[in-house]
């Protein structure tokens, strides 16, 4: 066990002895062991530097210590080493906290520094954290948990919290108020509100709470107004434009601001004091402006009556007033209007009445007196009747208060009894009108029907379709038109209410009995006859008051395809039949046409001719006249001329005109040829180039060419 040892600087050995009793030997050198005790370990001693520390533990005493650089640490023979680290360095801005675990003991450090711990039971709590920095118009509000005080801290400026202080909501901004602005602001200590106004910035104080961040002081412009409540004792008062609105730290605005009513002079407005709960009428022309209590509905429009219009009114007491124009009304505040406002009174004259109940008897009356009718007050307009005008060939049916019925009737020449109240009356109180529901349908069945109050006399037709069958089972389609007429209408009413219906009813009946008897092919060839012996001869009708006065049968068809398919065959031939038959007669009446028009044409041709040739000749006696005055003017004065000393004479005249002639023939001739594209030749011996003597007697050519 025993030896020698040699150690560095800065090492250690550790020793026990045989007892177990440790001990160390620092270096540096040689150190000489005794044989009862054992080296355990060798170590290095603990070198700390400036920024370091170290943490030592007593396993003998349970101990620990601290030891901050810079040193060279000797553990003792029962300490351990338990920590060695860097010690934080805190730049700007940073903070932190140290806490001792064995007494609590907090302390916070704030950078640029070195965290210098002072007990081996030194902690940093919750790390390096960043210290808050406030700018300027920023405030945050600090606690201190020991004592539960708070305090506000503006910036700008960096926050260094103590060891138990801590932020509150974190950095909020200061408000800033510009002018017309305002905040309001509660001690949540104290209960006290105060208002700050801009412009500036808001200064907070520990203990406050913003209510109301910011925001305006309402102006108002002339024709508004709010009302403003104090929550402390809760007056309203009442602020009208054009003014600026001061509230106090206790005031609310309630609502928003509102428009002043501005009535014109057809307006008025019921306002109602709340506190008082009295109403009252503001009547226009004016700008009406509230009280702190005044509540009004909407504006209303003053009722304004011509000469022939009235409006009833019920007050609060439930009694009834009319109003009658022309004049202004304006109702009371607690006034209803009835009846939908303004009525026109009714004009009566002789084709209108007034059907009144008495709503305080319930009873009625028929008010005919001509002129304008005004209702009382209790009186109520249950209609305008007009009175029934009727034709002389219209009938209607009337009932009384007791069920009982009498007709009326247009017809003067009916005695009065039977005219009853007509031709013209107005149907009294509790009587009515009897309406009869006629069908329109195709087959009468009701589907359709039309309500009759004038029962016309004047003939008419309807139609109507049905299905039967012949002898030969052949299934037809056929469609009918009644022509009819009323002749009782007491008859008709008592016994049917729909005469249209029961006739087309009954007559089907009819038809398809006979019908039933015939074979198809008989039916082709005289179906209207058939028809009218079936509905005609029958007393059916006379004893509803009714008269069928014919019969026609429209159209009909097969039901069955096939049927329906061989009729329209025949059918077809027979119009063919009838078609060719009235195209070859149109051809022939076409033609006839065509010869009668070639006739009158030649005729026509004839007698032109015969006008043109008249016409010719009394054209060429007019131009042979005329020539012949001009030849006879022409023989006449070449006759006396006088030619060597006497006179040429008629007979010469005619031979110098005969001889012109023929030279103007000639010359025409010569001109013809001349003119026109043929070649003509000429033998010598067979052309005559002498001119001639034109004169009969010879001349003498001295005395003719002397000029």
Not at 158 to 169: C, Q, T
Not at 273 to 292: C, D, H, I, K, W
Request: with cysteine; aromatic share 6%.
């Amino acid at each position: 066990m025993g030896g020698c040892t040699s150690l560095e600087e800065n090492e250690q050995v550790l020793l026990k002895d045989n007892s177990g009793t440790k001990s160390v030997i620092n270096g540096p050198g040689g150190r000489v062991c005794t044989g009862c005790q054992t080296v355990i370990e060798k170590r290095g001693a603990v070198v700390l530097t400036e920024l370091m520390y170290a943490r030592i533990g007593d396993n003998l005493a349970g101990t620990r210590r601290h030891v901050n650089g810079p040193a060279v640490l000797w553990l003792k023979p029962h300490e351990t080493l338990l920590e060695k680290e860097t010690a934080v360095v805190l730049s700007v801005n940073q903070h932190c906290t140290v806490k001792n675990e064995e007494t609590g003991a907090l302390e916070s450090f704030f950078g640029p520094v070195r965290v210098v711990m002072k007990s081996a039971h030194d902690g940093i709590q919750g790390g390096i954290k960043e210290c808050t920095v406030i700018k300027h118009g920023e405030f945050c509000k600090v606690k201190n948990e020991e004592d539960g005080v708070h305090t506000i801290v503006c910036g700008p400026k960096v926050l260094r919290l103590g060891p138990k202080e801590l932020i509150v909501g974190g950095v909020s901004k200061l408000s800033i108020l510009k002018h017309g602005e305002y905040c309001k602001i509660k001690d949540i200590k104290t209960g006290n509100i105060r208002i700050v106004t801009g412009p500036g910035l808001v200064e907070m104080k520990p203990n406050d709470k913003v209510l109301v961040e910011k925001a305006k002081f309402p102006i108002l412009q002339r024709g508004e107004y709010c009302k403003i409540i104090n929550e402390m004792g809760g007056k309203i008062r009442v602020v009208h434009g054009p003014a600026f609105v001061d509230l106090g730290p206790t005031e609310e605005i309630q609502g928003s601001v509102m428009k002043c009513p501005d009535l014109s002079a057809q307006e008025f407005l019921v306002v109602r004091n709340e506190s008082e709960g009295t109403e009252r009428n503001v009547v226009g022309p004016t700008l009406f402006m509230p009280s702190a209590f005044d509540i009004f509905d909407k504006v209303r429009k003053v009722i304004v009556l011509c000469h022939h219009e009235y409006v009833k009114l019920c007050d609060c007491n439930g009694s009834l007033r009319i109003e009658k124009g022309p004049k202004r009304v304006i109702p009371d505040p607690l006034d209803e209007v009835l009846e939908g406002g303004k009525q026109r009174a009714v004009i009566i004259d002789k084709h209108n009445a007034v059907l009144v109940r008495d709503t305080s008897t319930a009873e009625l009356s028929l008010v005919s007196e001509h002129g304008l009718f005004w209702p009382k007050p209790y009186e109520q307009i249950i209609e305008v009747r007009k009175k029934i005008i009727l034709e002389q060939y219209e009938t209607v049916v009337c009932k009384d208060n007791t069920g009982r019925f009498y007709y009326a009737s247009g017809d003067m020449t009916l005695p009065e009894e039977l005219r009853g109240p007509g031709p013209d009356f107005f149907l009294p109180p509790h009587h009515e009108l009897v309406t009869a529901s006629w069908s329109t349908d195709l087959h009468m069945n009701h589907d359709t029907f039309e309500e009759i109050e004038r029962f016309d006399s004047r003939p008419r037709n309807m139609n109507y379709e049905f299905e039967c069958r012949t002898l030969d089972n052949v299934s037809l389609l056929v469609d009918v038109t009644f022509f009819w007429k009323i002749l009782d209408v007491k008859a008709m009413i008592e016994c049917t209410k729909d005469a249209p219906g029961d006739t087309c009813t009954h007559a089907r009946s009819m038809i398809m009995a006979e019908i039933s008897r015939i074979k198809l092919m008989d039916f082709l060839g005289c179906f209207n006859e058939i028809i009218r012996n079936a509905c005609l001869k029958d007393n059916f009708y006379n004893e509803r008051g009714i008269d069928l006065l014919s019969v026609e049968v429209l159209r009909f068809s097969c039901t069955s395809s096939e049927t329906d398919k061989v009729l329209q065959e025949i059918i077809k031939e027979t119009c063919d039949r009838l078609k060719f038959k009235e195209r070859q007669k149109g051809e022939n009446e076409v033609a006839l046409e065509r010869l009668e028009g070639e006739i009158a044409e030649e005729t026509v041709k004839r007698d032109l001719i015969e006008v043109k040739k008249s016409h010719m000749k009394i054209e060429a006696k007019i131009e042979g006249e005329a020539e012949g005055i001009e030849i006879a003017e022409f023989l006449n004065r070449v006759a006396s001329t006088e030619f060597n000393g006497s006179s040429i004479g008629m007979k010469h005249a005619l031979s110098i005109f005969e001889n012109i002639k023929k030279m103007d023939f000639q010359l025409e001739s010569i001109n013809a040829l001349t003119n026109g594209t043929a070649n003509l030749t000429v033998m010598p011996s067979k052309a005559n180039l002498n001119v001639g003597n034109p004169l009969p007697y010879p001349v003498d050519k001295t005395s003719v060419y002397s000029d």
